[in-house]
Nanobody, 121 residues
């Protein structure tokens, strides 16, 4: 199984980035997909998730209204649109796959390699 995340980079506060995750080696439409992030010196935290059919999404309060998660089961991809970025969004962002509808770090079956997002003030 491979989860290949891309799209990170350096952006000014208020800007936007689009993260993508391409999955292979798994039956994609049977997994909930999620994004987590980890800032230096901090625990990895949940950002957003989308269930297998795309019918249910959930966001951490810190990103609600600014980030949008979506998936394309035909292309085995999940996307995180990030708008109105803040310096506190700076972190390594990880794509994750889980069999459960509720996604927490402890029930993630597969992790991607991470992509760096840096937001300058």
């Amino acid at each position: 199984v491979q989860l290949q995340a891309s799209g990170g980079g350096l952006v000014q506060a208020g800007g936007s980035l689009r993260l993508s995750c391409a999955a292979s080696g798994l039956t994609f439409n049977t997994y909930s997909m999620a994004w987590f992030r980890q800032a230096p010196g901090k625990e990895r935290e949940f950002v957003s998730k989308i269930t297998w059919g795309g019918g249910t999404t959930y966001y951490a309060d810190s990103v609600k209204g600014r980030f949008t998660i979506s998936r394309d089961n035909a292309k085995n991809t999940v996307t995180l649109e990030m708008n109105s970025l803040k310096p506190e969004d700076t972190a390594v962002y990880y794509c994750a796959a889980a069999r459960q509808s509720t996604v927490i770090a402890s029930n993630v079956a597969y992790w991607g390699q991470g992509t760096q997002v840096t937001v300058s003030s």
